[in-house]
C-alpha cells in the first residue's frame, strides 16, 4: 500500500523528473533545480546531485543525442508506460481513457496531442494536482501505480 501523505512529500521531484523525461533544453540541467527539487532530507538528493554532475559533462546538442538514441531507438525504453504491457490492443485504449478521466477529475486538462499514458505527463500530473486530501485519491491511484 502506498503511503500518499509520503509520496506528497515528494511533489517537487516529481515536477523535475518530468522535466527531465521531455525534450532536452539547458534550463532543466541546473543544479539549483535540483536542489529545490530535492531537499536536504530526500532520500534521493545525493543520487540527483551526482546525475546534474554528470550532465554538465555534456554539452546540449550531446544530451539531445542520447535523449533521442535513449527513447527514440529503443524498445525497452518507451516514454508510454502502456505499451509495453498492450502495445496496440483494445485493452490499451481503455488504460489511456481512465487515465484521462483521473487527470481531468483532479481538475488538469490533457494536452490534445499527448496521450495520457506519457511518463512525462504521469509526473507532472502528481506533482501539479492537489490529490493528498482529496478522498478518491487511494482508490484513483491503485491505476496511476498500477500503468507506473
Known amino acids: 500500500m502506498i503511503d500518499n501523505r509520503k509520496l506528497y512529500t515528494y511533489k517537487e521531484s516529481f515536477g523535475f523528473f518530468?522535466?527531465?523525461?521531455?525534450w532536452p533544453e539547458r534550463r532543466n540541467f541546473s543544479r539549483e533545480l535540483i536542489e529545490e527539487a530535492f531537499g536536504g532530507d530526500h532520500p534521493a538528493r545525493r543520487l540527483a546531485l551526482e546525475y546534474g554532475n554528470r550532465m554538465e559533462a555534456f554539452?546540449?546538442?550531446?544530451?539531445?543525442?542520447?535523449?533521442?538514441?535513449?527513447?527514440?531507438?529503443?524498445?525497452d525504453c518507451a516514454l508510454y508506460m502502456t505499451w509495453f504491457k498492450f502495445e496496440d490492443a483494445r485493452e490499451r485504449g481503455q488504460m489511456l481513457a481512465k487515465l484521462k478521466v483521473l487527470y481531468e477529475m483532479y481538475g488538469l486538462e490533457m494536452p490534445d496531442e499527448e496521450l495520457s499514458d506519457y511518463l512525462p505527463l504521469m509526473l507532472e500530473f502528481l506533482y501539479a494536482a492537489e490529490w493528498l486530501d482529496d478522498p478518491r485519491t487511494p482508490d484513483s491511484f491503485r491505476i496511476l501505480m498500477a500503468v507506473l
Open 18 to 22: 518530468a522535466d527531465q523525461l521531455i
Open 59 to 75: 554539452g546540449l546538442d550531446e544530451i539531445q543525442e542520447m535523449y533521442t538514441a535513449t527513447f527514440d531507438f529503443q524498445k
